[in-house]
């Protein structure tokens, strides 16, 4: 059966204390809002509606980054979320099967809990997403007679007895999509904050005699963002979790606590994460990597036994093939490294393919920028770069040639063949001994002989 999404994300967030939309505050390198469109689509979803309320111009062009076939409806008035759900009635008017609730500012569900609520849904007309809570606070209650749910209790209308409950709701529902959108139809106002509450449909479902259950899930997964410090607890929470499966998927990671994941990082088992290590979104790294120390990666991808590090940047467009040595304090950004290529020490890489088995001399520059367009360097296969070396892009230097250290290479360099570019050195005897006699006397004159 079809499953489709919708994921509110109209709120201002007012605690945020922000200009920018609750939703589009980052964990992990994305937009909550991106974490939760990312649960959604493990379902592979027929269709999938953002409703968009505070900054929606922000948020349709964010939602879009991530899916570019996004609907992006529009809550113009802040009425409650029954009233959200139903801004996407049109959208879903001739789609057949289940729809799932989702909100923005929940980043955290996992696919298989989205699973077992549609794997529910074959038994059950409503579905709820519940989780046991370690302090119930304020959450609503849900109350359950076996596996039915009788109704959802906000705290502020509880009896003592059901506050007592810690089966709470999240607040993310699956329904078949026309009767969810019939139930919110139904919907009223007639409560204190006097909006549209989803969360009333399980009674309306209930006195129409249908079937209504709750999934369970952790409660970890259920984390809402509402402030500042709940961001700062989201993203602590992020790399605990990620850490935690990183770990049990394979990966080596000498202190685990101090390396950082961003929420696409792909990393294969067997590789090694030495500490103080920063992935930023975009990074793909292949079994059997070696990731040195206080090395930070974005929008790259690193091959199979390719080690990095310590103290290296890769830039986003940098693809490293298998086994190439990339050292301490080296920059490298939208570049080509082949296999078995080194560059060990202090140098910048910039809009460059570099050979298999070439090695770049330490403080080797690759100059690709000349104040308004970039340039590409291309160094062949077993190529030497000697030290110091400033390659002026653009420019090119065959297999196994060579450049003479210091060199600022401006021409391309035929394969084979040795570059020197560079002045001829001439010494003036007894020069140096004469020049720091004359400054020293110098200081002497202006400190009064005390220098």
Same mark, same amino acid.
């Given at each position: 059966?079809p499953?489709s =999404?919708?994921i509110?994300?109209?709120?201002?967030?007012t605690r945020?204390k922000?200009?920018?939309?609750k939703v589009?505050?980052?964990?992990a390198?994305?937009?909550?809002?991106h974490?939760?469109m990312? +649960?959604g689509a493990?379902?592979?979803?027929?269709?999938?509606?953002?409703?968009?309320?505070?900054?929606?111009?922000?948020?349709e062009?964010?939602?879009?980054d991530y899916?570019?076939?996004?609907?992006?409806?529009?809550?113009e &008035?802040q009425?409650?979320t029954a009233?959200?759900?139903d801004?996407?009635?049109d959208?879903?008017a001739?789609?057949e099967?289940?729809?799932?609730? =989702?909100y923005?500012?929940t980043p955290?569900?996992?696919?298989?809990?989205?699973d077992?609520?549609?794997t529910a849904r074959?038994?059950?007309?409503v579905?709820?997403?519940g989780?046991?809570?370690?302090?119930?606070?304020?959450?609503?209650?849900?109350?359950?007679?076996?596996?039915?749910?009788?109704?959802?209790?906000?705290?502020?209308?509880?009896?003592? +007895?059901?506050?007592?409950?810690t089966f709470?709701?999240?607040g993310?529902?699956?329904a078949?999509?026309r009767?969810?959108?019939?139930?919110?139809t +139904?919907?009223?106002?007639q409560n204190?904050?006097?909006?549209?509450?989803l969360?009333d449909i399980?009674?309306?479902?209930?006195?129409?005699e =249908?079937?209504?259950t709750a999934v369970?899930?952790r409660?970890a997964?259920?984390?809402?963002?509402?402030?500042?410090?709940?961001l700062?607890?989201a993203?602590?929470?992020?790399?605990?979790?990620t850490?935690?499966?990183?770990l049990?998927?394979?990966?080596?990671?000498?202190a685990?606590?101090t390396?950082?994941f961003s929420f696409?990082?792909?990393?294969?088992r067997?590789?090694?994460?030495?500490?103080?290590?920063?992935f930023?979104p975009?990074v793909?790294? &292949?079994t059997g990597?070696h990731?040195?120390?206080?090395?930070?990666?974005?929008?790259?991808?690193?091959?199979?036994?390719a080690?990095?590090?310590p103290?290296a940047?890769?830039r986003p467009?940098?693809?490293?093939?298998?086994?190439?040595?990339?050292g301490n304090?080296v920059?490298?950004?939208n570049?080509?490294?082949d296999e078995?290529?080194?560059?060990n020490?202090?140098t910048?890489?910039?809009?460059?393919?570099?050979g298999?088995?070439?090695?770049?001399g330490?403080g080797t520059?690759t100059?690709?920028?000349?104040?308004?367009?970039k340039h590409?360097?291309?160094?062949?296969?077993?190529?030497?770069?000697?030290?110091?070396t400033m390659?002026?892009?653009p420019v090119?230097?065959?297999d196994?040639?060579m450049t003479?250290?210091?060199s600022?290479?401006?021409?391309?360099?035929?394969?084979g063949a040795?570059?020197? +570019?560079?002045t001829?050195q001439v010494n003036?005897?007894?020069?140096?001994?004469?020049?720091?006699e004359k400054?020293r006397?110098?200081?002497?004159n202006?400190?009064?002989g005390?220098g």
């Amino acid at each position: 059966m079809p499953t489709s =999404l919708v994921i509110l994300a109209a709120g201002q967030g007012t605690r945020m204390k922000s200009d920018q939309p609750k939703v589009l505050h980052q964990v992990a390198g994305a937009p909550l809002l991106h974490h939760a469109m990312k +649960a959604g689509a493990s379902l592979e979803p027929e269709r999938t509606v953002v409703v968009a309320g505070h900054g929606a111009e922000a948020v349709e062009a964010s939602a879009r980054d991530y899916d570019p076939d996004v609907i992006v409806v529009r809550q113009e &008035e802040q009425l409650g979320t029954a009233h959200a759900v139903d801004q996407a009635r049109d959208a879903l008017a001739d789609v057949e099967g289940d729809v799932i609730v =989702l909100y923005g500012d929940t980043p955290f569900i996992r696919p298989d809990t989205l699973d077992a609520m549609v794997t529910a849904r074959q038994e059950h007309s409503v579905v709820v997403l519940g989780f046991e809570a370690k302090d119930p606070g304020r959450y609503g209650r849900l109350v359950m007679q076996g596996t039915s749910l009788e109704r959802i209790v906000e705290f502020k209308d509880a009896t003592d +007895a059901e506050r007592t409950i810690t089966f709470c709701n999240s607040g993310v529902i699956c329904a078949d999509a026309r009767e969810m959108f019939d139930l919110i139809t +139904a919907v009223g106002k007639q409560n204190a904050s006097e909006e549209y509450y989803l969360t009333d449909i399980v009674g309306l479902a209930r006195a129409r005699e =249908l079937s209504v259950t709750a999934v369970a899930c952790r409660e970890a997964e259920t984390l809402g963002v509402n402030s500042r410090s709940d961001l700062a607890a989201a993203e602590a929470a992020f790399q605990a979790r990620t850490r935690r499966d990183a770990l049990e998927d394979g990966i080596t990671m000498q202190a685990p606590e101090t390396v950082y994941f961003s929420f696409d990082t792909i990393i294969g088992r067997d590789t090694l994460i030495e500490p103080n290590v920063v992935f930023g979104p975009g990074v793909s790294v &292949e079994t059997g990597a070696h990731i040195r120390a206080f090395s930070h990666l974005e929008g790259c991808h690193v091959s199979r036994g390719a080690i990095v590090g310590p103290y290296a940047r890769l830039r986003p467009g940098t693809e490293l093939s298998e086994d190439v040595r990339i050292g301490n304090f080296v920059e490298v950004k939208n570049a080509i490294i082949d296999e078995g290529a080194k560059v060990n020490h202090l140098t910048y890489i910039g809009d460059a393919d570099i050979g298999s088995k070439t090695n770049i001399g330490a403080g080797t520059i690759t100059c690709n920028y000349d104040g308004v367009f970039k340039h590409r360097t291309e160094i062949g296969a077993n190529a030497f770069i000697g030290s110091d070396t400033m390659l002026v892009a653009p420019v090119k230097v065959g297999d196994e040639a060579m450049t003479a250290t210091g060199s600022v290479v401006t021409e391309d360099v035929p394969a084979g063949a040795l570059a020197l +570019a560079r002045t001829k050195q001439v010494n003036k005897p007894e020069f140096a001994r004469r020049f720091m006699e004359k400054l020293r006397a110098a200081k002497r004159n202006l400190t009064g002989g005390t220098g």
